[in-house]
């Protein structure tokens, strides 16, 4: 699996565009990128996943680049329930494995 | 229910004991997962399980560790002669995998967690 990078963390003010960067240098012609969220003591969260297009939900917006190398999540009107751990991950498909994540801390 | 349950929510055991631990996935999900999350890091995949197949067990740290999958829903994780280093939150998840033009993918669904604390 490609490996990403990620910020270790990162604030936002309440009801600011967040926005997430990811390198994925090394990925490949069949990996989607996926994020996941984990909120303190729950579990992880899917949030949206892309190819080459750009996405978005009802969630968050995914921007990936055009050479695929690196991808931002835009969450767009950011809330304090939006405070988390924040998983950029490369994969084909099934087995999940996060690495450290970004920790978005949103404030009043 | 709507979501992936698991049981015990958390779970205090000596070290040496053995220890079971639960998923429920949602219903129709014919992909289920387990993984541990350790203190601080990321998530670590233990095995997984995917309709009538061979679970996939790449991800099992040592044989004390097995799981089964009862009638392709309910799930146990077995941790035999837990050691302290087992101490973490068990992580359920489950899937439908669907198809795309060009590839697969699959959205996993996890549940609250186990956490193991092993004295």
């Known amino acids: 699996d490609a490996k990403t990078t990620q910020p270790p963390s990162m604030d936002c003010a309440e009801g600011r565009a967040a926005n997430l960067p990811c390198n994925h240098s090394?990925?490949?012609?069949?990996?989607?990128v996926y994020w996941y969220r984990q909120i303190h003591s729950q579990g992880p969260q899917y949030i949206i996943h892309?190819?080459?297009n750009n996405e978005t939900n009802e969630m968050a917006s995914l921007i990936i680049t055009e050479d695929r190398k690196s991808s931002t999540l835009i969450l767009p009107h950011a809330t304090l329930r939006d405070t988390a751990v924040y998983y950029c991950?490369?994969?084909?498909?099934?087995?999940?494995?996060f690495g450290a994540g970004t920790t978005v801390t949103v404030r009043a | 229910g709507a979501g992936v349950s698991q049981s015990p929510s958390n779970k205090v055991t000596e070290k040496g004991k053995d220890v079971e631990l639960r998923c429920d996935p949602i219903?129709?999900?014919?992909?289920l997962y387990w993984y541990r999350q350790s203190l601080g890091q990321g998530l670590e995949f233990l095995i997984y399980?995917?309709?009538?197949?061979?679970?996939?067990k790449s991800g099992l740290p040592s044989d004390r560790f097995s799981a089964e999958r009862t009638g392709g829903s309910v799930s146990t994780l077995t941790i035999q002669r837990t050691q302290q280093e087992d101490s973490a939150v068990y992580l359920c998840?489950?899937?439908?995998?669907?198809?795309?033009?060009?590839?697969?993918?699959?959205?996993?669904?996890f549940g609250p967690g186990t956490r193991l604390t092993v004295l």
């Open positions: 090394t990925i490949s012609g069949n990996e989607y």
């Open positions: 219903s129709g999900h014919t992909a």
């Open positions: 399980f995917q309709g009538n197949s061979a679970p996939d």
């Open positions: 998840a489950s899937s439908s995998i669907r198809g795309l033009a060009g590839g697969i993918y699959n959205e996993q669904f």
């Open positions: 892309g190819l080459k």
């Open positions: 991950i490369v994969r084909v498909v099934d087995k999940l494995s």
